[in-house]
């Protein structure tokens, strides 16, 4: 009863930071979605709120953000990293490294391809002599 005179009295909007028409777009762009009841929303809308908090806290106080007394996206990316609560945001929240840092990892990386795929076809050859 208490959430429904709260969506009545309109003292839902203050419980909440985030706008609920927003959530509701983002909830219905899910094809397994038809409908949302207006709890759920609620309730959606105010666990996002508290993890984007807790994110942020957490991100502040063992990234750099003390020192700078701010919190920075290296902060976030780092507990993505770092954190095993937050590792499924490491593809979100990926580091941010130079773009000639990256091109030479891709290079390296298409190197080590190169050299595996030798090392394979040669143990495969000894394979066969041994045979």
């Not at 909830?27 to 207006?38: A, C, F, G, L």
Request: aromatic share 6%; charged share 35%.
């Amino acid at each position: 009863a208490e959430m429904a005179s709260a969506r009545l009295s309109g003292t839902e909007n203050r419980l909440v930071s985030l706008p609920l028409s927003r959530i509701r777009v983002i909830m219905k762009s899910s094809p397994e979605v038809s409908s949302i009841n207006q709890d759920a929303l609620f309730l959606t809308a105010k666990a996002t709120e508290l993890f984007v908090q807790y994110l942020a806290t957490y991100s502040y106080k063992h990234g750099r953000g003390k020192e700078k007394n701010a919190l920075t996206y290296t902060d976030l990316s780092h507990t993505a990293e770092e954190c095993e609560t937050f590792q499924f945001l490491a593809d979100i929240l990926p580091k941010k490294i130079l773009a000639s840092k990256y091109l030479k990892m891709l290079e390296k990386e298409k190197r080590d391809g190169e050299v595996r795929e030798d090392n394979d076809e040669g143990e495969e050859e000894e394979d066969e002599d041994k045979a």
